[in-house]
């Protein structure tokens, strides 16, 4: 469904993301997780051909066997919507203010030929119902700023999902919603994936969250592949220090009463990454070898961009940031 072949995206001299490869078929959710600033957003706008007109992209990206790098914006406009859809993470600043929700969901059917006005209305109507909004018919009359931060989420998953797109993104959607909220729009996400059968790319700096939607994970840090395999064997026995330390860092069941257990130092500048891994300023176990060699990828149980795949090293300090 969708191939993502040697991606690489650069600002100027700087190269933002550096060489990705991925694969989803259809019905399958590849979760992608790292930090802030990992590359985690730009490859979701690279594939939706909306990244800053200051990027470039090189590469291949493949939907159903089309390039989408080799398409003008022309063919892109027709693409999304009709066969590739993104949830943003942010929905009030998505959505239209001034436009009614029930008539930013018929939008797409209508300009993509699908349905008359009159019959977008009615299934704008049916989505709004679907995605577990109460009084249909009514609450499609609203606008954004009349609904809750979990409706207007609500609002955008039926607005991407209303074409049946081959191809749904999701950017951390559930980042701002408490956790009864998330979990009921998780619920939905993987209901209507199995309901349609398109493959899914979610994007999150939750692996719990990960754990529970997406059979393949891809963790990033500073543009680059760090791990990813099927998502219950990486979660269970990481083979990246990074992989390692995220799982570390994650707050148990009685963490009130327990000090956190963060990555010691801090993401850095993307022009200040090192010619290597780009992990290697923050790892355990970084040499020389790491700081000047990129890592070829070390494939066992999961793929590993690492020189000591598989090697453990003590964790920071308790404590420790910096």
Known sequence: MLKVTDLSITLGS???????????????????????????????????????????????????????????????????????????QEPMTALNPVMPIGAQIAEGLVLHGIMSRHEAAEEAIRLVGRVGLPDPAARA??????????????????????CRPALLIADEPTSALDVTVQAEILALLKEVREETGMAMLFIS???????????????????????????????????HPYTRGLIAAIPSGNAHNTRLNPIRGHVPELAKLPPGCPFHGRCPLGDERCRIERPAPDIAETTAWCHHAGAHAPLAPLGVTS
């Open 14 to 88: 700087i190269t933002a993301l550096r060489g990705l490869n991925f694969a989803i078929r259809p019905g399958e959710t590849l979760g992608i997780v790292g930090e802030s600033g990992s590359g985690k957003s730009i490859t979701a706008l690279a594939i939706m051909g909306l990244l800053p007109k200051v990027m470039r992209a090189s590469g291949r990206i493949e939907l159903e066997g089309n390039d989408l790098l080799a398409l003008d914006e022309s063919a892109l406009c027709r693409s999304r919507g009709r066969r590739m859809a993104m949830i943003f």
């Open 141 to 162: 009359h609203s606008y954004p700023h009349e609904l809750s931060g979990g409706q207007r989420q609500r609002a955008m998953i039926a607005m991407a999902i209303a």
């Open 205 to 239: 700096h939750d692996l719990a969250v990960i754990s529970k939607l997406a059979e393949n994970t891809l963790v990033l840090y500073g543009g680059a592949a760090m791990e990813m395999g099927e998502t219950h064997a990486l979660l269970a026995a990481p083979r």
